[in-house]
């Protein structure tokens, strides 16, 4: 147990209070100076079903939900039967252990007592003191909580009364409630001896928020979007401040209306975007082409959930990657991204609405439900940005081209009402005018130029493209190729076993379409490659053997969870010959 750094749990059924809690927490590390990441277990229903939120907080940068289990704040019998018992391992998640602190109410007598530290606490009948509602409990275990592990308490009082903002009355009974619990933990049981070096304040931020953050940093006016978990969490942000930001939020009928409007507005000359998840993207992938073949710029957010159909809609995957690269039917050029944490969300998200005009073509960002919806503490971000709207037609230019054949496949944009420029759009496909080649007679000469011509807009973008993004590859003998949000779990792995003498490093393929020919050569005269996917089948392993024939040794995951640094390290222990699996009976 590190003495800098803490792991929370809050444990209880769907309904009961457990993720306000586990805000709250991550709110008062945060407003520390600490940094902090949290992890959202919870159920596809409103009411029931166990549920817990996790804080990972230090004074160092934490990049995942983190390995073993400091306090628990258990609120029903089950979270205290579940979260101690070394045999549960829901998705990989520790369980309390010798030296951890388990507080819970003193009302629950019938547990298993295992090898931990009970703290019941009278959390019910303090909270009746000052409300009759009995979500009241949670702040008093909260208070517990903070005094366990030495957090100043006026900090947690200034976030619960930030909390329930003009709710006065009620602010100031939870803070009651809450130093209670923390008076009641410090005269009862003991401190668990934690020791924090406090910096200043930090930012909070969730993927989703990131997403919608860096999008309106990046120009956005307008965003259109059909609600599906986990896209949701941007386009409520969005929603919620739509005013402030000066963007235009629309809610239509479904997925198909939204990438339409979407497109609509942009060939209007509107920086618009749209979002969506597996089973809702799914029915936007025609129009998808629709916006290549006419060049519109797009912008599209696809946050990943597990599937087929409508899966596990409150677990995260990465499975839609066939989908994205395959979305629509023909050839046609697209920009794919997988942001690996929530500051690169913001920093790629805009990015991607300059490129998306720059090269007037789709341009994805891909998340999935771990990223969008837990949240992160950052020190700032860098809010310089020129935005960049490509290359546009000027003014009464003379026969204009809408369509012109260029060396770099990118053609001038005219956006409608321009003076004095003219041009046919349609989805069939059309001469550098835009009429139409496919109708009385078909243009195989036209045909073929044309699709040369966009096709090239990929060649011009890798050669602009970043390097790809690399750690503690400079030596390592083992590579670890990962996307997305397997980055932390992934760098936490290598820490772990480069303290061991392992040389292990990893390349982050942030670039996912089109990828970085530099690839080819970080990965060269290694011992062995291995692939880290969220998913099933390892899709992206299978993308860049066929592009670089190469042979990664996947490892995978797939049950609705993130990957967890230790179980991650373990299983390459394995695989490299320096550790013995241990098989269970």
Known sequence: MKQNEVIIRVAGAAGDGVQSAGEILIRTFARSGLYATSYNYYQDIIRGGESWYQVRASDEKVKNQGDGLDVLIALNLDGVERHTNPEINEGGASPLGKDGVAIFDSSIKNYTKRETNYCPIPLSDIASKYSKNPLLKNTVGLGAAIAAIGIDFDILAGVIRDQFGKKGDIAEANVKAAKEGYDYYLANYKPLGKKFKYGKKKYMLSGGMSVALGAVAGGLKMYVAYPMTPASSALHFLAQHAKKYGV??????????????TIGANYAGVRAMTGSSG????????????????????????AQRPGPSTGLPTKTEQGDLNQVLGASQGDFPRIVFAPGDIEEAFYITREAMNLAEKYQTPVFVMSDLYLAE????????????????????????EDYKRYLITDTGISPRAIPGQAGLMHNEDSDEHNEYGDVVSDAITNPIDRIKMMQKRMRKLDTYIEEMPPTPTYKISDAEY???????????????????????????????????????????????????????????????????????????????????????????????????????????
């Open 279 to 302: 089973g809702g993207f799914a029915l936007m992938t025609e129009a998808v082409g629709l916006a290549g073949m006419t060049e519109v710029p797009i912008v599209i957010y696809e």
């Open 479 to 585: 590579v670890i190729i990962q996307w997305g949000s397997t980055k932390g779990a992934v760098e936490e792995a290598i820490d772990i076993l480069r303290s061991k003498g392992i040389k292990i490093g990893a390349i982050e393929v942030k670039n996912v379409f089109p990828l970085n020919p530099d690839i080819g050569s970080l990965l060269k005269n290694r011992k062995k490659i291995f692939a880290v996917e969220n998913n099933y089948s390892g899709q992206l392993s299978k993308y860049i053997a066929a592009q670089f024939l190469i042979k990664p040794e996947l490892i995978t995951k797939y049950d609705g969870e993130a990957f967890y640094p230790g179980a991650l390290a373990n299983e390459i222990e394995i695989r490299i010959g320096k550790k013995k699996e241990v098989i269970k009976e």
């Open 248 to 261: 235009f939020v629309k809610i239509p009928e479904d997925e198909i209306s939204a990438i339409n409007t």
């Open 374 to 397: 837990h949240y992160d503490t950052l020190d700032g971000l860098d809010l310089n940005f020129k935005i960049d709207n490509g290359e546009r037609a000027k003014d009464n230019e």
